[in-house]
């Protein structure tokens, strides 16, 4: 009991301004220093213009070919105990050799039927073509055949002719106008035939 113990305060220990606000530490005390002297520091001067840039280099590894590595297939086994123990399938062989079979190599029989398949059918389309060819030939008009031709179109223009102009003069009804649309076009491909027969003397036909 009595009075307490208790240091008298100095004068100069008295609160100061921003003393209770947090300090940083020594590192980012540094930290702090280097940023400022990156942001200080000068960057390096622009290449001139007879300096060129490095090329034509070329590395000499392949990092296509060494990132890629082929897959590893699997070999196929199996267990023979409850130990774990494992077997190869290919060593016991339990995996099929289609290299050992007698066929192998050879040209399958639906692949030979579809062949023969096919050159049949191509034979039938040459057969058909040539066919067409022959059918389709041309042959020459003698004079005497030229002349006849002639005088049987002149005649049957001259028909068409002689059906033009029993028209009537005032045609209403459509079935009239496409008669004589079909009369007009029939006379312009006749007259077109007959000069040709006229101007050429050596005529060639299909040969029907």
């Not at 192998?104 to 040539?130: K, S, T, W």
């Amino acid at each position: 009991m009595g009075a307490a113990e208790v240091e008298i305060p100095s004068t100069d220990k008295y609160l100061k301004r921003r003393s209770k606000e947090p300090k940083l530490s020594e590192i980012s005390q540094i930290s702090k220093g280097l940023h400022r002297h990156c942001l200080t520091e000068r960057k390096p001067a622009v290449p001139k213009r007879s300096e060129a840039p490095l090329m034509g280099f070329h590395r000499e590894k392949n990092l296509l070919k060494s990132t890629s590595a082929p897959p590893v297939k699997p070999q196929p086994v199996c267990v023979d105990s409850h130990t774990g123990h494992r077997k190869v399938l290919e060593n016991l062989g339990l995996v099929p050799k289609y290299t050992h079979k007698k066929d192998y190599g050879e040209v399958p029989e639906y692949l030979q039927r579809r062949h023969e398949a096919q050159l049949r059918a191509q034979e039938e389309y040459d057969n058909f073509i040539r066919q067409h060819k022959e059918e389709m030939a041309m042959t020459h008009l003698t004079e005497e055949e030229r002349r006849a031709t002639l005088e049987g179109l002149k005649k049957q223009w001259g028909g068409l002719l002689q059906e033009y102009q029993g028209l009537p003069l005032v045609i209403d009804t459509m079935s009239e106008k496409n008669h004589k649309v079909r009369l007009e076009a029939a006379m312009d491909q006749l007259e077109k035939d007959i000069n040709l027969l006229e101007r050429f003397k050596t005529i060639y036909i299909p040969k029907y």
